[in-house]
């Protein structure tokens, strides 16, 4: 039975351990399985009571203590678990039973020493109990400002777009506010920031799998949605405008589907790496006719019709749609149009163009 017991807490001791390196140490996508199934267990009882839920805004009050609950619960997780570890090492190894062996974990896991047994066999397994606990809480208060570093960067920009998306973004919604503002000449600027954006959500995302449940500190904003209509707005752009400036355009849509498909990978999202430009699209073609109404009211300038620019459009839109619906409905995102539908039904929150309150030119003034 000793021997079970040994095997058992080297086993439990060894995983926990690489649980720990592979969520906080290892700078680079790595996927825990008890990361992720406490993660998935922490996350199931608030998004039950979310599904009953009506209002984006309510879903989003369930749903945003959940991924700073699951890294506290992490962390007991991965202390209780190497408590138990070593304990069973112990009662291997010594004569005592489980629940002292428990009582002798414990304090050295905790460096508390109200247990300390007068064992030789035991020093080993207590020194190593005892450096853990310490270590695993240091790193994970390490871990937290790196986090919450990378979710104020991924934050900074999303709150920015709100200007020129409005709340939640849309696609034609930033080229119309550009054409309202007749900036639309300068719109590479936005597509340069968010190339670098997607790269770094694609990084940090990856690496801390658990900011992708961090919700934004306003229910209609939401770091998917954002990249959604910053690539909708680029394929747009190229869809309906061939000769302008492509650069910063073509690359900030290939960075964005590129952090999709890397966090596809880490979920173990299927996707298609090779779509067909002809290839099955939820969005139709008349609700990408309201889109371009809503730019053509604000007197966005275009080169190509809406015929002629929707085989365009569909055909980059095809590499990142399937990927940027099921991300968001698995993270319930706010419901914005082009988006696709959620875990329930949920009334899709259109965002409103601000009227132009431009004064009317004066006419030229003449003389009697």
Known sequence: MRAVFGVLGAVLVLGIFSSVLRTLVIPRPTRSSFTRIVQQAVRWPFQRVADLLRGAE??????????????????????????????????????????????????????LGFAAGNRASLNAIDFCAAATGPIVIGLQIGYLPTLYAAYQRRETEVTLLQARAGSPPWGPEILARYAQVELVNSIGELFAGWERWS???????????????????????????????????????????????????????????????????????????????????????????????????????????????????????????????????DIDAVPAPWSGPRRTPVAIRTPVTPINRKPAPTPPFKSA
């Open 58 to 111: 309510a879903k989003d009050r369930v749903l945003a203590p959940v991924a700073p609950l699951s890294i506290v619960v992490t962390l007991m997780g991965w202390l209780l678990f190497f408590m138990i570890g070593y304990g069973l090492l112990e009662a291997a190894v010594s004569g005592l039973g489980l629940r002292e062996s428990m009582t002798e974990s414990g304090s050295s896991l905790f460096t």
């Open 199 to 329: 790269a770094e959500v694609g990084e940090s995302h990856t690496t801390y799998p658990v900011l992708i449940h961090f919700r934004s500190p306003k229910a209609t904003r939401n770091w998917l949605i954002a990249l959604l209509a910053v690539m909708d707005a680029a394929a747009l752009q190229l869809a309906f405008n061939p000769s302008q400036p492509q650069a910063d355009v073509r690359m900030a849509l290939r960075a964005g589907f590129v952090c999709l498909r890397d966090i596809a990978d880490l979920q173990g999202i299927p996707y298609d790496p090779d779509p067909h430009p002809d290839g099955p699209l939820v969005l139709t073609y008349e609700d990408f006719l309201v889109g371009v109404v809503r730019m053509q009211e604000q007197g966005y300038p275009a080169e190509r019709s809406p015929e002629e620019a929707w085989p365009h459009f569909r055909g980059w839109r095809v590499n990142y749609e399937a990927l940027a619906m099921r991300i968001a409905r």
